[in-house]
């Protein structure tokens, strides 16, 4: 019997995506996760600013948190205005950050941030995965794999 797909997170407004990192990784379990924010950060957020390129997860005294994630300053903003690559504390149950410390501590395996989103009640969400990272050839694979698959949707839609 065929296991039934995991619905995909119900993303109303993507603010910043990751995309390097389905190229850099090979993801293998992905987790929704609340993350704490000050109000000038949800504001930036709100207006499209912020990057999570260059930035992971790591859990620390059964915490898991948000390091080198840049939602730039807010511009009206007054002396409240937060630090702009401050590491953010993610929200999770129990259950998923001891799954989380398993991967990462037992396997070594990254925790990598694929996208920053606010949902349909307007909180802002985090997509957390599990990656394995890829070697060169296996890049190569992966393009030409994605290269074909491409292929086949347009030569299916032109020969029906």
Do not use: C
Not at 10 to 31: G, S
Not at 100 to 120: K, T
Request: positive net charge; without cysteine; aromatic residues 8%.
């Amino acid at each position: 019997m065929v296991r039934p797909r995991t619905p995909a997170f119900d993303k109303t407004k993507i603010v910043a995506e990751n995309r390097r990192a389905r190229y850099d990784y090979a993801i293998e379990d992905v987790y929704e996760a609340g993350i704490a924010l000050t109000g000038t950060e949800v504001k930036s957020l709100r207006f499209g600013e912020g990057s999570i390129a260059e930035s992971y997860a790591e859990v620390k005294e059964g915490e898991v948190w948000l390091v080198n994630a840049n939602i730039p300053e807010f511009s009206h903003g007054n002396r409240f205005n937060h630090e702009p690559k401050r590491p953010r504390k993610l929200l999770l149950t129990a259950r998923e950050i001891d799954k989380l410390f398993g991967a990462v501590a037992r396997q070594g395996l990254p925790l990598v941030p694929l996208s920053v989103y606010f949902h349909r009640r307007g909180r802002a969400q985090v997509e957390l995965a599990i990656a394995r990272g890829r070697k060169a050839h296996d890049k190569r694979e992966y393009e030409q794999e994605k290269d074909w698959k491409r292929e086949q949707g347009r030569l299916i839609r032109e020969h029906g």
